[in-house]
């Protein structure tokens, strides 16, 4: 590669000239469990707007792997068998690319956090609650970036937040707030997230109050929360999310006194968590059954894996809403931020039924990729979602995609 002199100057900071090298290289991108309901939207947002050398969807399933590359259709889109708790392939495997969007459960992202980080790759994925920061000197030994924890909710919610919090000279609180309208347990890994989620004894349920992260129970500090149409009221509860804790170091410097992180899924799927929670099933107690023990909450997973009533739901989609109130311009002001997307009724070609879900939780993780890819981000290392992108350009990334997000300030007397 040969950069004129003329044209380097025009280059100071190490941002610019990862863009300026991005004219004359493109990556070889690996999709992690990207044969994921939601794995594959990333890789599909990929396909349609990236430029890249090579997409390999790598999977345990091998067939599900061949049959997701059938379907991005692409000549560029290649498959490939990947375990990665089998240490030593993978990292073989993934040393051969340049970025890994990672797809799997909650459960596996300290083993695939460190397959990638040995590898020498850029990261990034879907869950964010924490292990894949013990790496991060890795990364930043390798040139790397590793950003744990870009979809809808968090990723999406941490940029609105930036957003707004950014206009203002002191931030008070932060209320970041979702509803997911899906079924409750369409796939594996969103089983696995509801179980998590709803653990009673969970010491991530927390809010940031005054300088102290504080545990909360399960449906703690209920809010009506108002999102847009077609999903209006509801009322939502504190859940553990990683905005809370990484919104708290972002707005330090800021003054920031709450931070509270709720969120909702379909009404019928609250009421039957409520009551699992209600009558202890949520503890996940270990039982044995005709010689065979397995947790209470595993066996009800699997059977609303495999009901009808398990895998689908009324409404599809996702809907954001995130309060702001702080000081701005001298003056005492709310920011509230919300999001909108194709409806899941069919008007809009690929956008019906459940992929109004998994498209809204995707497409953030694949437009991520391409910043990155692009050299549109900061540092190195495993870092917040708020510590690597500028929120504009998400937005307007976002935009393309006919996802929207709208704002609105008012005073607050």
């Known amino acids: 590669m040969r950069i004129s002199t003329c044209e380097f100057s025009r280059y100071s900071s190490g941002q610019a000239i990862r863009q300026l090298k991005k004219k004359y290289s493109r990556m070889k991108i690996f999709a992690l469990g990207g044969t994921g309901k939601i794995c594959r939207e990333s890789a599909l947002d990929i396909v349609q707007f990236g430029d890249f050398e090579k997409l390999t969807i790598g999977d345990i399933n091998l067939a599900a792997a061949k049959e997701t590359a059938e379907w991005l259709n692409h000549p560029k889109v290649d498959y490939a068998y990947i375990d990665v708790n089998d240490k030593l392939n993978s990292i073989a495997l993934l040393s051969e690319y340049d970025l890994v969007i990672d797809g799997t459960t909650i459960s596996l992202n300290a083993a695939s956090t460190e397959c990638i980080a040995h590898a020498g790759c850029h990261g990034i994925n879907l869950n964010g609650f924490g292990e894949e920061y013990n790496f991060s000197e890795v990364f930043k030994s390798n040139g790397k970036i590793m950003v744990p924890g870009f979809g809808m909710t968090p990723g999406t919610t941490n940029m609105m937040a930036v957003y707004a919090c950014d206009q203002m000279e002191k931030v008070n609180s932060v209320r970041v707030s979702h509803g997911a309208y899906r079924p409750i347990a369409f796939s594996g890994s969103i089983t696995e997230t509801t179980i998590y989620e709803y653990d009673p004894q969970l010491p991530g349920r927390t809010v940031f109050e005054n300088g102290n992260f504080i545990q909360v129970p399960p449906f703690a500090r209920p809010r009506e929360i108002e999102l847009p149409q077609p999903y209006g009221k509801s009322i939502q509860y504190i859940i553990p999310h990683s905005e809370t804790f990484t919104l708290a170091k972002y707005l330090a410097p800021k003054g920031v006194e709450l931070i509270e992180v709720r969120g909702t899924w379909p009404k019928e799927n609250m009421e039957l968590i409520k009551t699992l929670y209600n009558y202890g099933f949520l503890n996940n107690t270990?039982?044995?059954?005709?010689?065979?023990?397995?947790?209470?909450?595993?066996?009800?997973?699997?059977?609303?894996?495999?009901?009808?009533?398990?895998?689908?739901?009324?409404?599809?989609?996702?809907?954001?809403?995130?309060?702001?109130?702080?000081?701005?311009?001298?003056?005492?002001?709310?920011?509230?931020?919300?999001?909108?997307?194709?409806?899941?009724?069919?008007?809009?070609?690929?956008?019906?039924?459940?992929?109004?879900?998994?498209?809204?939780?995707?497409?953030?993780?694949?437009?991520?990729?391409?910043?990155?890819?692009?050299?549109?981000?900061?540092?190195?290392?495993?870092?917040?979602?708020?510590?690597?992108?500028?929120?504009?350009?998400?937005?307007?990334e976002l935009a393309k995609r006919q996802i929207y997000i709208h704002t609105k300030e008012e005073p607050i007397n």
């Open 286 to 396: 270990r039982i044995s059954l005709n010689g065979h023990e397995f947790g209470i909450m595993e066996a009800i997973g699997e059977y609303l894996q495999k009901s009808d009533k398990g895998k689908t739901t009324g409404l599809y989609g996702y809907s954001l809403h995130v309060e702001v109130e702080g000081i701005k311009n001298g003056r005492l002001v709310r920011q509230t931020l919300t999001h909108t997307h194709p409806a899941s009724d069919g008007s809009v070609p690929d956008w019906e039924g459940l992929r109004a879900y998994t498209r809204n939780v995707g497409i953030p993780m694949g437009i991520a990729a391409q910043l990155i890819d692009q050299g549109k981000y900061k540092g190195e290392g495993a870092l917040f979602p708020e510590f690597v992108f500028d929120p504009e350009i998400f937005f307007n």
